[in-house]
């Protein structure tokens, strides 16, 4: 089974930005849509950001609040998440996830929607 592995966190300041990466574990068998979600500790998984399998259309959660942008990779299947001025509050294990079809058919929210996933990413941020 394929997984979407997510890389590319660390521990920053408050302010500070990162871009995280999501890349399949090996060959997909067509173009996905993809999604990143977050868990922080205690907390159910959120969903962040979704763009369809064209890269074309996104869409965000309220987490980001205008800070996060997403975007397709030129690799096939890839992706990143831009994190700007980040807060304590974005501490958290970043996921990310594929779904092979029409994305926004589904409940694009929903991390049962999605059928791939892997390994995330701890974010820490620090005040």
């Known amino acids: 089974q394929v997984q979407m592995d997510a890389s590319g966190g660390g521990s920053v300041q408050a302010g500070g930005s990162l871009r995280l990466s999501c890349a399949p574990s090996?060959?997909?068998?067509?173009?996905?849509?993809m999604g990143w979600f977050r868990q922080a500790p205690g907390k159910a998984r959120e969903f962040v950001a979704a763009?369809?399998?064209?890269?074309?259309?996104?869409k965000y959660g309220d987490s980001g609040n205008g800070r996060f942008s997403i975007s397709k990779g030129s690799a096939r299947n890839t992706g990143y998440l831009q994190m700007n001025n980040l807060i304590p509050e974005d501490t958290a294990v970043y996921y990310c996830?594929?779904?092979?079809?029409?994305?926004?058919?589904?409940?694009?929210?929903?991390?049962?929607?999605?059928?791939?996933w892997g390994q995330g990413t701890q974010v820490t941020v620090s005040s």
């Open positions: 090996g060959r997909t068998p067509s173009s996905v849509a």
């Open positions: 996830a594929a779904y092979v079809g029409q994305i926004w058919s589904r409940d694009f929210r929903d991390e049962s929607t999605y059928t791939r």
């Open positions: 763009f369809s399998a064209s890269g074309i259309e996104k």
